[in-house]
């Protein structure tokens, strides 16, 4: 089992920032993907960004504003959001794919944390 707990979440005015945080817990042998989703009232979950090997994407929507970082020795992830706009809001989701101690493939996700832009 692995656990994802996000953090960070909160309201900002627009054009503010926030920074989100992501740490993973448990039987974790190796983590191949973290990557952050959210899911805006009344939409579907959308995928923002994610890292992998050192490489990030992400959606056209958040480039240039939002930044992915990782930190491979202690399981965890950021997210660091600029320029935030009222369309960002949004409960935001962390992933992380890899495999577990017993080599079984796991891919996880988070409770969730709020983010309001608005003013």
């Known amino acids: 089992q692995v656990q994802l707990v996000e953090s960070g979440g909160g309201l900002v005015q627009p054009g503010g920032s926030l920074r989100l945080s992501c740490a993973a817990s448990g039987s974790i042998f190796r983590i191949n993907f973290m990557g952050w989703s959210r899911q805006a009232p009344g939409k579907q979950r959308e995928w923002v960004t994610g890292i992998s090997g050192g490489s990030t994407t992400y959606a056209d929507s958040v480039k240039g504003r939002f930044t992915i970082s990782r930190d491979n020795a202690e399981n965890t992830m950021s997210l660091q959001m600029n320029s935030l706009k009222p369309e960002d809001t949004a409960v935001y989701y962390c992933?992380?794919?890899?495999?577990?101690?017993?080599?079984?493939?796991?891919?996880?996700w988070g409770q969730g944390t709020q983010v309001t832009v608005s003013s």
């Open positions: 992933n992380a794919r890899g495999l577990g101690r017993t080599l079984a493939s796991f891919d996880s």
